[in-house]
């Protein structure tokens, strides 16, 4: 059994196609094709089922991948490992952010961290911290930025708080609140509302304090995503909440201050196990000590 050929498994596997995945992996389709029929000779078992229409996993080929994956992982890892014991970071980081953090600026960090260490591949992922959470702790992600309610605390992973603020509300241009002064949350109980999901970390925030203040409010939308939330408040149907420290990417939108404002938290998590090269340089540049990021879990 070969790296090369769980990488043909892998490719054929996320692309589910022959052809795309033998031009991903820059080889004529006939010698992946051949590769994998040796490698399901060697197991005694099909991996894919093909048609003239379809290609997908057999049983045997739904349990054989994720080990796959991480064969490939651990050799990955180790070429950068032994790249490090010479003084060269490389390899792989993978990094997630909800899209209003702002107790960091990302593109600059990345743009600094890609200048310093230009041999490791970098992918960012948006989504919402109980998603980015969950990736972290599997290891598809090495380390993610969060939006979470005070109190709340990732569990199964490493981390640290970064800021913490509150919210505002985001109005239409020319809506009465936009003139007042800071209000209070009983005066936007009859005001449709553009939120993200229930059960969301974006939405328990407002809707903690909402209860708080014995409010009752109609979310009229639910949205993921920042950029449909601000192109339906510029349409009128309803006002958002969203971090004081971020509206500032609105400057087309009014801002109206809360005295009882919900808060959020931002916090920087990696992984329990011990990072990658890629991952402890990005922490480190970060201002997290080599100690703090590699402690075994428990510590």
């Not at 490389?90 to 230009?118: K, M, W």
């Amino acid at each position: 059994m070969e790296l090369q050929q769980m990488r043909y498994v892998v490719a054929v596997a996320e692309t589910r196609n022959f052809t795309r995945a033998a031009e991903q992996c820059l080889v004529v389709q006939s010698a992946l094709s051949h590769q994998i029929a040796r490698l399901e000779r060697e197991l005694g078992a099909k991996l894919f089922d093909r048609t003239s229409r379809r290609v997908r996993l057999t049983p045997a080929g739904e349990a054989f991948l994720p080990a796959a994956r991480q064969a490939l992982d651990a050799a990955e890892r180790a070429r950068a490992e032994v790249a490090a014991a010479a003084g060269e970071i490389r390899g792989r980081l993978a990094i997630g952010a909800i899209p209003t953090v702002v107790a960091v600026d990302l593109p600059s960090a990345l743009q600094q961290f890609h200048s310093r260490h230009p041999e490791v591949r970098i992918s960012l992922r948006a989504g919402a911290s109980e998603e980015l959470i969950e990736r972290v702790r599997q290891g598809t992600l090495d380390a993610a930025f969060l939006g979470l309610p005070p109190g709340a605390r990732p569990e199964g992973v490493r981390g640290r708080e970064l800021a913490r603020g509150e919210l505002v509300a985001v109005v239409t241009p020319g809506h009465p609140l936009a003139d007042e002064e800071p209000v209070d949350l009983h005066q936007l109980s009859d005001e449709p509302f553009v939120d993200f999901p229930p059960g969301t970390a974006a939405r328990v925030q407002s809707d903690e304090a909402f209860a708080a203040a014995g409010v009752r409010r109609d979310v009229a939308f639910e949205v993921t995503n920042v950029d449909f939330m601000a192109r339906l408040i510029r349409q009128g149907l309803g006002i958002g909440m969203l971090p004081a420290a971020f509206v500032c990417e609105l400057p087309d939108l009014p801002v109206v201050r809360l005295r009882d404002a919900p808060a959020r938290v931002e916090h920087l998590i990696w992984s329990r196990f011990p990072p990658s090269p890629a991952a402890a340089a990005f922490l480190s540049a970060l201002g997290i000590p080599a100690a703090e990021s590699s402690r075994p879990s428990g510590s």
